[in-house]
């Protein structure tokens, strides 16, 4: 009885973590239904990134959730370069619209996929960026929290990508 | 022993989602550091909301959560009319950048502070916005789900006032 009602416990948590990470990528899915392609190539304020640029580093960050939640290979690799490790200046080709799009969709189904497959138990052990010997000494710096964490990230450059859509 | 399990997993996971509150807050307090008055009362983006107005609209947010969480009297829920009830060009006098500031740091600080005071087993009960009925059926709706669902709004729109610094 006690291992069940944790669990319930654990599952609880996990659902209020995953529910806020889906409201925020159905928003950003509404708001990606409302762009044009000409918006969303457009700089999200004077100077500072395109709606293209931040959408390559959402799925660039969110694919890398695969390898920090230990959740198998991830899509794509090679976007890191493009969209993590360079601006949005850089000058290095960047994919079509439609192949972000592609991206960002197949990343998402993906990480749904894999997520609704874990054990409650599984979400409370460490992620892969943490060592062993920190984790004893902070257990809150588990797969969950990785999840929140992304969650605020998608919310912080959705607040930028609004920008992009007609007042 | 099943009781102190729980209740370890379940302060386990309010300090997951408080320490991201936190992690914001300080990022947020971070961004004001480096702002001038006059950066300060700029407009995000062209015809966009001034970081005056979504400072004075976050820190509305965070006093609306004492009630939500039944935390006790909010601070000032005049605020409500200038920064939630209207929009940034109504025309309403604003308060002044320092009492703005001023009334930010004091809703921190007391939230801060009356949360360090709740119980563990409290944050798993339903806030005020969601009646029992509902809350019967989705007992994710709890007070911490609040603090989950306010993080992520502090998020969006601290990407958009990071707009007002300097590159």
């Given at each position: 009885m006690s291992t069940m009602t944790t669990t319930t416990e654990k599952e609880l948590f996990i659902k209020m973590v995953l529910s806020n990470w889906e409201l925020q990528i159905n928003r950003m899915n509404d708001l990606l239904g409302k762009l044009s392609d000409e918006e969303l190539s457009?700089?999200?304020?004077?100077g500072r990134n395109t709606g293209v640029y931040l959408l390559g580093h959402l799925a660039a960050v969110s694919d890398g959730m695969f390898t920090f939640l230990g959740?198998?290979?991830?899509?794509?690799?090679?976007?890191d370069e493009i969209?993590?490790?360079?601006?949005?200046?850089?000058g290095i080709e960047k994919p079509s619209i439609n192949e972000l799009k592609d991206y960002w969709n197949k990343v998402n189904a993906l990480f749904a996929q894999k997520i609704d497959q874990?054990?409650?138990?599984?979400?409370f052990t460490r992620h892969t960026a943490v060592s062993e010997a920190d984790f004893a000494k902070e257990?809150?710096?588990n797969k969950l929290n990785i999840v929140i964490n992304r969650t605020n990230h998608l919310s912080y450059h959705s607040g930028q990508l609004a920008y992009l859509a007609k007042k």
């Open positions: 457009a700089q999200t304020a004077p959740l198998g290979e991830r899509l794509n690799p090679e976007m969209f993590l490790r360079n601006a949005d200046n850089s874990l054990h409650a138990e599984e979400w257990p809150h710096r």
